[in-house]
């Protein structure tokens, strides 16, 4: 068992306010600003007046950030544009320009079809067809994550806190028993993962992570391990368990991710727990993710095992709330999704002690319409791979590695709550090249796996669903499902 101990702090960052959901506003609601200074002439829904549409994507002065920007702020006086540079700060500038992306991306959704299969309906993708098929057609209370046994069945985790068995398309009405209380929320029972030697003889361990509450109400996200025998949770280790000085309040953003790689180690995700500021203090667990060995000691190699006051199991820092962890088959990069604030989800390249920025950087701002910052860069902090302008809330993140669907092969597939989509995204080397809405408007997709069968599986929580994604060609199956 490893226990992670409160230090000093080590970092310490001027003009991080310690408001509980996100940063303190760097000015008023963007809302307020548009009704006020831009819906006289481009109209109050931003279609247009007696000035041109903000909402269709058509822009005679460039409709990149930097342009749209410019505009703002200087300006087309010949076009009857003002300058808005005396009455706005950047700040301000900036999300106006996030409120004009929402508008134009549900200009978007209004005019395009989307795919949404119904089970048994052939889907024509960009590249293959395929049907959806229900594993689990109902039962599931918000279920959060699967995991696949080496027997045929599944393991399947329900965010209020139970841990349940899937065989032969049936939710098995049994609760395994002896999984610790978990904390509500936006916390619960979250991911599922097994050993990746779980065949071996003596290495049958399933991970969970977790919302840990205190007696005093505090949370945080903890990492346990143990055996399923006989339909109980046993001879239970406590992998990661911070300090209970580091517990934060609320019920907000715990992330929770696991991973393994091939060196013997096991990567989680902690959320920050909408408490900016701690995302940058070495000292504090939250908004980083983390890397122990299996049984959670700190590999020796760690990035901070040697700096005073940082704790030793961080491998990068300056999350918001990581829900995505996949490896690159191709290239054994890190790859990860985080949910941004109104705005702003990450995919980012995780590298060792590097610093992703939240809530110094961010392409968001706050959920009441008030900018964070103009500041979407800054040096000694990561770029991501690609975000979303406006929030999907993005997922579960898995690289397609069966032979099932040969045109994805190495692709990223991405899951999105808020959006309801899964996503295809093409990835070559560091950058992705190209993305595809493979459906749209189903439920909410919590997790995507791949499945030992090569097939894709997806878990919806709203609602509690457990779906998979088939070739077109494939007969349906017939024996009967959980209804």
């Known amino acids: 068992m490893r226990f ?35 819906a006289a002439c481009h109209g109050a829904d931003l279609s247009g ?4 549409s903000l909402a269709d994507s058509v822009w005679r002065f460039g409709g990149d950030d930097a342009s749209l920007a ?56 960009e590249q293959q067809a395929f049907k959806m098929e229900s594993v689990v057609e109902a039962g599931l209370d918000d279920p959060w994550s699967i995991a696949f046994l080496p027997d045929g069945r599944m393991l399947v985790t329900e965010r209020p806190g139970r841990l349940r068995l899937i065989e032969s398309g049936h939710l098995q009405p049994e609760l395994i028993q002896g999984v610790p209380p978990v904390f509500g929320g936006e916390g619960g029972l979250l ?20 919302g840990d509450k205190l007696p005093n109400g505090l949370g945080l996200a903890a990492v346990l391990r143990g055996r399923i025998r006989h339909g109980a949770f046993v001879d239970q280790q406590q992998i990661f368990k911070a300090d209970p000085s580091l517990y934060r309040e609320g019920g907000m953003r715990f992330g929770s991710r696991l991973l393994f790689d091939h060196q013997g180690h096991l990567f989680f995700s902690v959320g920050d727990r909408a408490h900016p500021g701690d995302e940058q203090d070495l000292s504090r ?14 590999p020796p190699d760690n990035p901070f095992v040697h700096r ?17 962890l996949a490896f690159n088959p191709v290239t054994g990069d890190l790859w990860e999704a985080e949910h941004g604030p109104r705005g702003g989800d990450e995919i980012n390249i995780v590298r060792p002690a590097h610093n992703y920025g939240w809530p110094v950087i961010t392409y968001g701002m706050n959920y009441d319409g008030t900018p964070i910052t103009d500041h979407t ?9 690609t975000y979303y302008l406006p929030s999907i809330a993005v997922a579960s993140l898995a690289f397609y590695t069966g032979d099932r ?79």
């Not at 079809?113 to 048994?120: R, T, W």
């Not at 860069?377 to 791979?385: D, H, L, T, V």
């Open 4 to 38: 992670l101990a409160s230090s000093s702090l080590l970092l310490t960052l001027p003009g991080i306010g310690s408001a509980w959901q996100n940063p303190e506003p760097k000015g008023r609601d963007v809302t307020k600003i548009y009704a006020g200074s831009c």
């Open 49 to 52: 007046g007696s000035a041109s």
């Open 70 to 125: 410019a505009s703002i702020r200087d300006g087309h006086p010949k076009e009857g544009m003002p300058a808005m540079r005396q009455s706005l700060n950047d700040a301000e500038i900036r999300g106006l320009i996030i409120y004009i992306r929402e508008h134009t991306a549900a200009y978007e959704r209004a005019h395009t079809k989307y795919n949404a299969p119904a089970p048994g309906t052939v889907v024509q993708s």
């Open 191 to 210: 991911d599922v993962k097994l050993h990746p030697d779980y065949a071996q003889p003596g290495n049958d361990w399933v991970y969970l992570t977790y």
């Open 285 to 298: 667990p939250n908004g980083k993710i983390h890397r122990v060995n299996l049984d959670g000691s700190i």
């Open 308 to 324: 005073a006051g940082a704790m030793a199991s961080i491998w990068s820092y300056g999350h918001r709330n990581p829900q995505g």
């Open 377 to 385: 860069a800054q040096s000694g902090m990561e770029q991501p791979i």
């Open 405 to 483: 669907f040969p045109s994805w092969k190495n692709n990223l597939i991405l899951s999105s709550l808020a959006g309801q989509e899964l996503r295809r995204l093409v990835v070559k080397d560091h950058s992705v090249t190209h993305q595809e809405i493979l459906f749209k408007g189903i439920g909410r997709v919590r997790d995507v796996a791949v499945g030992p069968d090569g097939f894709l599986y997806i878990v919806l929580n709203q609602p509690g669903r457990l779906e998979r994604l088939v070739p077109a060609d494939l007969p349906l199956r017939t024996e009967s499902r959980t209804r």
